[in-house]
């Protein structure tokens, strides 16, 4: 569970901003929009979803790419980087100071019922500082601080610390050399980012159609695809999978190289290739089948591709990160994967949905609280990130739709019309 994401100096972001998942003081729409993570802490609220607007080139996608980076050096830093290579970090370009400053990164989130704080400070060349706190309880418990090559260790933490410490790189996080090195206790955290963190350009896999085909191997899991498809009216009552040998003659084009052809008839050898069909049915009640490919639209396609992630989410308690969700869907297909994640009875596991949009038809007091919608825009040429909860918005009375486009809340685009085309527009008119 995601409870706050901070992040300074990366990318469009020069500034300290905080992304947060905690319930403000405010009333409304508690019940579905809001859980309790402890049972011992009534007080102790989290959204179940939030999501972003601003205009093009506002930040609002580094602001999800942060998430990207920091998944990126938990799960890779240690195996996938040499010593001397460069880390994937990029900071704030436009200021002098802040180009030459390493970027920092921190979460706050729940694993097992514990709470922790993992942050760092990195650079392209090294990590400069590091650190982890849990908390079991109420008070924090540190673990490990690390900064450059000074290490501190808590007396809760245990494991080989020296060992790990020592063969930890320069470029690479202590916590992805540990848990390569067999560390137990690190295991929640390092689970959190591999397992219930998903941003959608760092799990591709998960976001092609053929995670959802996967499912539909398996009885069960077919009929909640079909169930999904029917609930959201996609007219498909039916998919099927055509399993067939791989046919060089039919299946490479005449014209390719022919080493490629050879390497690829050597890799693709005694394997099969399958074949996705929708099942229709026509006007006078028969089966039509059509292929997924050619004759579904791109929404469609693109739906049918989020199906499988979205039962995986809502079954396992997963946090989704996704940029641009309105991407190919009717308004009322984006209120209906949202209120997905609003439903008490459909979701359990209380998995959490972060993501940005320019559908601002969704941008009601009915679908979402005011913690739950946030704002990106550019001041001074960097990204600033606030809530809704900083404008007084009341209930049932401001239209925060109209108010948005309208510009109170700012973080909209502005166009200004070049003074050359004004006057090119203005002869031809004549």
Not at 117 to 123: E, I, P
Not at 213 to 238: N, P
Not at 410 to 415: G, I, N, W
Request: glycine letters at 4%; a negative charge; charged letters at 30%.
């Amino acid at each position: 569970m995601l409870i706050e994401f901070k992040i300074k100096n990366y990318r469009s972001i020069k500034d300290e901003v905080t992304f947060s998942m905690l319930k403000a003081p405010i009333k409304g729409l508690e019940t579905g929009n809001t859980f309790t993570p402890f049972s011992d802490k009534k007080d102790f609220h989290l959204l179940r979803s939030a999501t972003i607007y601003g205009a093009n080139a506002s930040g609002k996608s580094n602001i999800l790419k942060s998430f990207e980076v920091m998944q990126e050096l938990v799960l890779s830093s240690y195996s996938k980087y040499q010593r001397g290579d460069k880390l994937p970090i990029e900071p704030f370009l436009l200021d002098e100071k802040s180009r030459n400053e390493p970027s920092e990164f921190e979460v706050l989130f729940i694993e097992k019922g514990v709470q922790y704080q993992y942050g760092f400070v990195v650079s392209s060349e090294k990590v400069e500082e590091e650190w982890l706190y849990a908390y079991p309880k109420k008070t924090a418990q540190k673990w490990f601080h690390r900064i450059a090559s000074e290490w501190s260790f808590g007396s809760y933490f245990r494991g080989n610390k020296k060992l790990w410490s020592q063969s930890t790189r320069d470029n690479a996080l202590f916590l992805s050399t540990a848990i390569n090195m067999n560390s137990e206790m690190l295991q929640p955290i390092h689970d959190w980012f591999k397992i219930r963190l998903r941003v959608l350009s760092n799990t591709k896999e998960l976001w092609h159609p053929s995670f959802t085909y996967s499912l539909c191997e398996d009885v069960t899991e077919k009929q909640k695809v079909l169930d999904f498809l029917q609930v959201a009216d996609m007219d498909i009552d039916d998919l099927e999978i055509e399993e067939k040998p791989f046919d060089p003659g039919v299946d490479l084009p005449s014209d390719i190289p022919e080493t490629l052809r050879n390497d690829l008839i050597d890799q693709m050898k005694d394997k099969k290739l399958k074949s996705i069909y929708s099942i229709h049915t026509d006007l006078q009640g028969k089966k039509v089948r059509f292929s997924i490919d050619k004759h579904e639209s791109e929404g469609t396609k693109k739906f049918i591709s989020f199906i499988g992630p979205w039962i995986d989410a809502l079954e396992n308690g997963y946090v989704l990160v996704i940029d641009e969700l309105h991407d190919n869907f009717h308004p009322l297909m984006v209120r209906f994967l949202i209120d997905l994640f609003h439903n008490d009875e459909i979701n359990t596991k209380n998995a959490q949905l972060v993501f940005t949009s320019h559908e601002t038809s969704v941008m009601s007091q009915d679908i979402f609280r005011r913690d739950q919608i946030w704002f990106c825009d550019k001041k001074q040429k960097s990204t600033e990130l606030y809530s809704l909860v900083e404008f007084k918005a009341r209930k049932g009375v401001t239209d925060i739709e109209k108010a948005y486009l309208s510009g109170r809340y700012e973080a909209l685009p502005f166009f200004s019309t070049p003074y050359s085309l004004m006057k090119k527009v203005a002869h031809e008119s004549k």
